[in-house]
């Protein structure tokens, strides 16, 4: 049996876990759009992102770049930011807020991630690796859903606003991850982006509960 099942098994998951927790508060419509959009731009970016750091890897035939049934190969950091890039665009032009939209959005897209790199995991026979990202992966979930029922009640965070589970498991995935590619002497550019990511979002977690909320 071919194990693209367990991809397209993932995104058929994650299409289905966006729309159940966004439609109360979302235009139906309007998120079948972006579950899709935001799948191509995650997709296409990371395809893209792959074939930059690894620049050669595809040069000898251009259709090399799309021919993902026999030429495999995705940047995960670059299909997030792709993704997130594709969200943002599309909260400005629905006028959402961007913070409390994504919080709805991570926990389906760790998910998703999880069907991915299981896909990986087994194509490379086990891999090491893939299976400490793998865990990795797993981990963060769980500490995201604990998280998410408790953060209004941490003292430290004054805000209390929505944008704490996506920042903080940005922060400490992406955290993870810079250390695991340190670990196993991955690209120096994923290590960057990866760092990158995690001060941003640990900056903007910071900044998000820094003010206290003030009832109107």
């Not at 979930?141 to 944008?163: A, Q």
């Amino acid at each position: 049996m071919s194990l693209a099942i367990l991809r397209i098994l993932g995104i058929l998951v994650f299409l289905y876990l966006i729309w159940r927790n966004l439609k109360d508060n979302y235009n139906s419509q309007k998120i079948i759009s972006y579950s899709w959009l935001s799948l191509l731009g995650f997709f296409v970016v990371g395809r893209i992102f792959f074939g930059l750091i690894h620049w050669g890897i595809w040069n000898i035939n251009l259709i090399d770049w799309i021919s993902v049934w026999n030429k495999p190969g995705m940047s995960y950091i670059g299909g997030y930011l792709g993704l997130g890039l594709v969200s943002w665009i599309y909260c400005k032009t629905q006028q959402w807020k961007f913070l409390a939209f994504m919080e709805d959005v991570i926990k389906p897209f760790l998910i998703l991630l999880w069907f991915l790199i299981t896909d990986e995991w087994l194509r490379t026979k086990f891999d090491l690796k893939v299976l400490v990202y793998l865990i990795l992966l797993i981990v963060i979930y769980f500490i995201s859903v604990w998280v998410s029922k408790r953060y209004r009640s941490f003292t430290w965070y004054k805000s209390g606003k929505k944008g704490f589970v996506l920042l903080f498991a940005n922060f400490l995935f992406f955290l993870m991850i810079t250390i695991d590619l340190i670990v196993f002497n991955e690209n120096l550019i994923n290590i960057i982006l990866a760092l990158i990511i995690s001060l941003i979002s640990g900056l903007g977690l910071f900044i998000l509960g820094k003010v206290k909320y003030e009832k109107k």
